[in-house]
């Protein structure tokens, strides 16, 4: 079956530690996102890659990084520099651009403590 | 630039009555909207969507939506709501070439038995 998956399904990191998110597809889609989710705020776009080894900031990408070396694969990383790091990670993946629907995976939440 | 607004952030409805959520977006062109359902713990799943032609588009689960462009509007509606229906529920909007949609912030349904 073709889907996304993110592993793994909850994360525990001490402060200070940088931790890489996966997010794996395989739908043949050129675009990929990440976002943040915290509760009663909705979804926020961390990155997005329209087609590999391109990628741009969303609308909160200080304390974060990413990389499209594969077209299945867009990992996350969350750095030291991330202040408020513990929330609900989602990866999506769509065709194209945004005229097309997203395709979700199951999420990560991260802990920092 | 692109918005949505879900007036809404909770609503509560009893199992068997009829259900109606409110979006609204700011967009020059035709928009490409979208609804989405998120299960608690879970990434969200496409309901429905709007490119072009019929102003009212049908979904699973038994949940259509009316794209109204004089009202910039794209609510979605249930006849009879079921005790499954209990979720957080986006609307989206996206445009030609660009990559990333706007999404809301979202309306949590509530379902009273």
């Known amino acids: 079956d073709g889907g996304i998956t993110q592993s793994p399904k909850y994360l525990f990191r001490k402060e200070g530690q940088n931790v890489t998110l996966s997010c794996e597809q395989n739908?043949?889609?050129?675009?990929m996102y990440w976002y943040r989710q915290d509760p009663g705020q909705g979804l926020r776009l961390i990155y997005y890659?329209?087609?590999?080894?391109?990628?741009q900031k969303g609308d909160i990408a200080e304390g974060y990084s990413v990389s499209r070396e594969k077209k299945e694969s867009f990992p996350l990383t969350v750095t030291s520099a991330q202040k408020n790091p513990t929330a609900f990670y989602l990866c999506?993946?769509?065709?194209?651009?945004?005229?097309?629907?997203?395709?979700f995976g199951p999420g990560t939440r991260l802990t920092v403590t | 630039a692109q918005s949505v607004t879900q007036p809404d952030i909770h609503i509560t409805v009893s199992e068997g009555a009829s259900l109606e959520l409110r979006c609204n977006y700011s967009?020059?062109?035709?928009?490409?909207l979208f609804w989405y359902v998120q299960s608690p713990g879970q990434g969200l799943q496409l309901l429905l969507k709007?490119?072009?032609?019929?102003?009212l588009v049908q979904g699973i689960k038994g949940f259509e939506a009316e794209f109204k462009r004089s009202q910039s509007s794209f609510n979605l509606r249930k006849p009879s709501v079921h005790w499954s229906d209990a979720a957080e529920y986006f609307c989206?909007?996206?445009?030609?070439?660009?990559?990333?949609?706007?999404f809301g912030d979202g309306t949590t349904l509530t379902v009273k038995p």
């Open positions: 999506a993946s769509s065709i194209e651009d945004s005229t097309y629907e997203q395709y």
């Open positions: 739908l043949n889609h050129d675009a």
């Open positions: 890659s329209q087609i590999v080894n391109d990628f």
């Open positions: 967009y020059g062109a035709t928009p490409y």
């Open positions: 709007y490119f072009s032609g019929d102003t």
């Open positions: 989206a909007v996206g445009e030609k070439n660009a990559g990333k949609s706007t």
